[in-house]
């Protein structure tokens, strides 16, 4: 049986329905870390670890969730005037429907599924394909058309909102609006896009470090609020009007930086650089100048370690290892930090050595046995045969 054809059977067992089946996608982020909520710019791909869900509808306004990852279950009405955060996994699900439903959907109760390949908390987002995919499935069983970009949207307010993490939009964005072969570079002011090749030359490689450090959500938030400290205490002093750090250049910023305590200072270094070296990294591959954005994607690893402060050893070690490899153009942390996973751009034909290489030194360093796996581009969320 696939993977599909179990998840529906196990449906079936639990509820006694026939379901209808979605997907939606976890994402590995080129370069532009922690940029999307500054304005700026991020160059995402989704790939093949997602999450699915079989469900089908309700005529009440229950909705009755399991996930097969955990073993857990949970329940909520829509109807219920007041929903409050439970402070757990329910808090994704229940965001989302909530936010469905104040936006005007007219969704119903459902019966839920949940099973998910995306590893939790390892830097892929999973609570972004979980909220993309609850999201998509719920309009989808009330009959309703789905806009990606709308339902991106929505999921971000429900992890802002309700969950409590103040991501940006970059993962529930990729989640719904992925394209096979290609990373998006995203605007994140105007979400316009732009479909960046990947050249056959290489691939995509995601190194999950195995580690997760705690309070990564609390250090999140507090990197958000020293950019938003950083553009209260330039705004007064530029000519120009600048509402988020996507307005800095990395020149005013060093014209400024008298402004700045020390460490916002390098926040917001990190910040201007970044999203300098994402439209840099686009115009490289762009020209299929491979060396060029591995240089950039080398250089945001610096910015994220010194400047921003969110890798950590076990990280910074992975990144250590794969440079030295043969056939690797660029190494850096993706996704939210404090552990999590690495990306490389790497050779097509050096990628298996790399691949055994990498796991053994990084073993060898600390003891932990990292996943290491080279992905390619998928398509964002949607339906699937069940
Ligand atoms: P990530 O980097 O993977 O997005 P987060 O901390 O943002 O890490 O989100 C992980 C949380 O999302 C989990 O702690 C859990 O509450 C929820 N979650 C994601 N996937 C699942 C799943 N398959 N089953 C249950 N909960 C999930
Ligand atoms: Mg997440």
């Excluded at 994607?297 to 490899?325: F, G, P, T």
Aim: charged share 25%; with cysteine; proline share 4%.
């Amino acid at each position: 049986m696939s993977g599909t054809e179990e998840l529906s059977a196990a449906f079936r067992g639990r509820f006694g329905t026939e379901p209808a089946c979605y997907r939606a996608p976890g994402r590995v982020n080129l370069i532009g870390e922690h940029t999307d909520y500054n304005d700026g710019f991020v160059m995402p791909a989704a790939i093949e670890y997602e999450a699915r869900v079989a469900a089908a509808p309700r005529r009440d306004t229950r909705v009755r969730l399991v996930s097969r990852n955990t073993g857990d279950s949970t329940e909520f009405d829509l109807a219920d005037p007041d929903p409050r955060p439970r402070k757990d996994w329910s808090d994704y699900a229940r965001g989302t429907a909530l936010m469905l439903e104040r936006a005007g959907y007219a969704i119903s109760g459902a019966d839920i599924m949940l099973d998910s390949s995306v590893p939790i908390g390892s830097g892929l987002s999973s609570s972004a394909a979980f909220e993309v995919v609850i999201g998509y499935a719920l309009l989808s069983l009330a009959g309703i058309a789905v806009d990606t970009v709308e339902l991106a949207k929505l999921g971000q307010k429900a992890e802002n909102e309700f969950v409590g993490m103040r991501c940006g939009i970059m993962d529930q964005f990729i989640s719904a609006n992925g394209a096979v072969g290609h990373a998006l570079m995203i605007d994140c002011r105007s979400l316009e896009t732009r479909k960046v090749p990947i050249d056959s030359r290489a691939r995509i490689v995601v190194a999950n470090s195995m580690v997760h450090h705690a309070h990564a959500g609390g250090e999140y938030n507090k990197r958000r609020v020293s950019c938003e400290q950083g553009v209260a205490l330039l705004a007064p002093a530029l000519e120009t009007d600048i509402k988020a750090l996507r307005d800095v250049t990395p020149e005013m910023l060093e014209a400024h930086k008298a402004l700045l305590p020390e460490e916002t200072y390098r926040r917001c270094r990190h910040i201007v650089t970044e999203n300098v070296r994402v439209l840099n990294a686009a115009e490289a591959l762009a020209k299929g100048n491979l060396g060029a954005f591995g240089a950039l994607m080398d250089a945001s690893h610096l910015s994220m370690r010194d400047d921003y402060e969110i890798s950590c050893a076990e990280i910074d070690r992975l990144v250590e290892i794969a440079r030295v490899q043969p056939g690797v153009f660029g190494s850096r942390m993706t996704g939210g930090g404090f552990g999590g996973s690495t990306v490389s751009l790497v050779a097509a034909e050096a990628v298996e050595d790399f691949t055994s290489a990498t796991r053994d030194a990084y073993f060898a360093a600390t003891g932990h046995r990292a996943e290491v796996f080279a992905c390619s581009p998928q398509a964002g969320v949607g339906p699937l045969a069940c």
